[in-house]
């Protein structure tokens, strides 16, 4: 059964920083593309961003691009995302997602669009919330 469970969440001031963890298990998680997603309350998804398989590369979506670092350790079946100088619009509740099966043909090049599509978002866990406000 893949599971995805996701912690580190919670209040924060503005300027403030947090790292959210997802623990992995049920599949091999150094075989799958991973990456994080949010939804404001009332609001759709957002992809925010995604990372290979091996680790070698990552994307991000501009609203977070320098504030928020993805990363994975496979031995450990964990992904994590480092996120700083928090502002009140980085408030959602945060998921983490794997996609379905290894796509090796879909890179994450300059200009790849297919992680922000959330029929990839396969697989996640139940999120956590994190609230940034003074």
């Known amino acids: 059964q893949v599971q995805l469970v996701e912690s580190g969440g919670g209040l924060v001031q503005p300027g403030g920083s947090l790292t959210l963890s997802c623990t992995t298990s049920g599949f091999t998680l150094g075989e799958l593309a991973v990456g994080w997603f949010r939804q404001v309350s009332g609001k759709g998804r957002e992809a925010i961003s995604c990372i290979s398989g091996s680790g070698s590369s990552t994307v991000y979506a501009g609203s977070v691009e320098g504030g928020f670092t993805i990363s994975r350790d496979n031995a450990k079946t964990t992904v994590n995302l480092q996120m700083i100088e928090l502002k009140p619009e980085d408030t959602a509740v945060y998921y983490c997602?794997?996609?379905?099966?290894?796509?090796?043909?879909?890179?994450?090049?300059?200009?790849?669009?297919?992680?922000?599509?959330?029929?990839?978002?396969?697989?996640w866990g139940q999120g956590t919330q994190v609230t940034v406000s003074s």
């Open positions: 997602w794997a996609e379905a099966q290894p796509m090796p043909h879909y890179n994450l090049g300059q200009g790849s669009t297919w992680w922000r599509d959330e029929y990839n978002f396969y697989y």
